[in-house]
């Protein structure tokens, strides 16, 4: 018997080593697209897009001026919506601040945890002015005054809201963790789930590859939700029908298009049906006509990137705050602009 021990051959070595990383980059892969709310979610870090090309517009698009800006005394605005008289109101770091329609401050209430988004119950709502804000796994009520009414219960540990809408006497929650919008009863109570995947119902269901889920209703009583990870509005019935001809958008990083992973990130709808679209990565706020149809833009790339900023998206990007918008009752946009802390505020030219 030889003394020798057996030494494995060098193509046998190269053999392993490529089968070694072609598992490390399936795992990367596999993990690098694992929808929002899943362990291991977002993006890697080094996964990265270039798309200055696209971050002119054309002029005969740019049909909306800024007419106020707001600053807000916060250091990471979150979220932002309109209230009662076209009172604005925003949410970030601990706190909610409102502004009434000229941009004076208003108000101010500390609270003991990060608000992720805010309503407040304007004409027609049970509790016309009271606050709901929505934390990452619960909701709170504010009454007028600034003292709190009610905290609901934990919705659990996978959920993380991010977007809330009343209607009526219910209340709308959009959540990232677990991809469906709760409707619930004033008391709490979850009434029912929209936007769950149905194969029955013709409903594919939300794909979120980070944390932003948004939802808006227009004054024909239609909810429009994002669905960022197919890059479309979906419209449904307050019971959770899907209407799917009024179903639109699709990827791409053109004007008219979605550009990146999963967007548009935010929408407002406008009191004729339009709606108002905001993305991240290629920062962008646009105006569609309810069929898709792209209509103009509020502010492109070049108005919402501070100055030398690169456009492109990154898991650093993902953590930084993307425009968030909403719409007053005189059809002005308004852009909750966090790199340069204020809520700019755009009329339609004549």
Not at 115 to 120: F, G, N, T
Not at 202 to 231: E, T
Not at 247 to 272: E, K, M, Q, Y
Request: hydrophobic share 45%; net charge neutral; charged share 25%.
């Amino acid at each position: 018997m030889s003394g020798k021990s057996a030494r494995p051959s060098i193509s046998a070595i190269l053999i392993v080593a490529v089968l070694l990383l072609a598992s490390v980059a399936a795992a990367v892969a596999v993990w690098a697209i694992r929808p929002y709310g899943e362990s291991g979610s977002g993006l890697p870090d080094s996964f990265s897009y270039r798309v200055d090309d696209y971050a002119s517009v054309a002029p005969s698009l740019l049909r909306w001026q800024e007419v106020l800006a707001i600053p807000v005394t916060l250091e990471r605005p979150q979220n932002l919506a309109v209230g009662p008289n076209d009172r604005v109101y925003v949410v970030g770091d601990r706190a909610l601040v409102w502004f009434n329609s000229e941009g004076k401050p208003a108000g101010r209430i500390e609270l003991d945890a990060e608000p992720r988004a805010v309503a407040v119950a304007a004409d027609g709502h049970a509790t016309r002015g009271h606050g709901y804000l929505a934390f990452a796994d619960h909701v709170e009520v504010y009454r007028p005054d600034g003292s709190r009414a009610a905290v609901w219960p934990k919705f659990g540990e996978n959920a993380l809201l991010s977007a809330i809408v009343l209607v009526e006497n219910e209340i709308f929650l959009a959540d990232a963790g677990r991809r469906v919008v709760l409707r619930c009863d004033r008391e709490a109570n979850i009434l029912g789930e929209i936007g769950r995947r149905d194969d029955a119902k013709g409903i594919d269901g939300v794909v979120i590859y980070s944390p932003y889920f948004d939802l808006a209703v227009g004054a024909d009583g239609l909810l429009r939700m994002v669905n960022p990870g197919r890059h479309r509005i979906e419209y449904y019935t307050m019971d959770g029908r899907l209407e799917q001809p009024l179903t639109w958008g699709r990827a791409g990083a053109g004007i008219d298009g979605f550009s990146g992973c999963c967007n548009p990130v935010s929408i407002a709808v406008l009191s004729d049906g339009r709606v108002v679209t905001a993305e991240k990565g290629l920062p962008r706020v646009k105006v569609y006509d309810g069929e898709g149809q792209l209509l103009s833009v509020v502010a492109g790339p070049h108005d919402l990137l501070p100055p030398g900023a690169a456009i492109d998206e990154t898991r650093a990007g993902l953590r930084s705050r993307p425009p968030m918008v909403a719409a007053d009752s005189r059809d002005r946009v308004l852009i909750l602009d966090s790199a340069a802390k204020a809520v700019r505020i755009f009329k339609e030219k004549p």
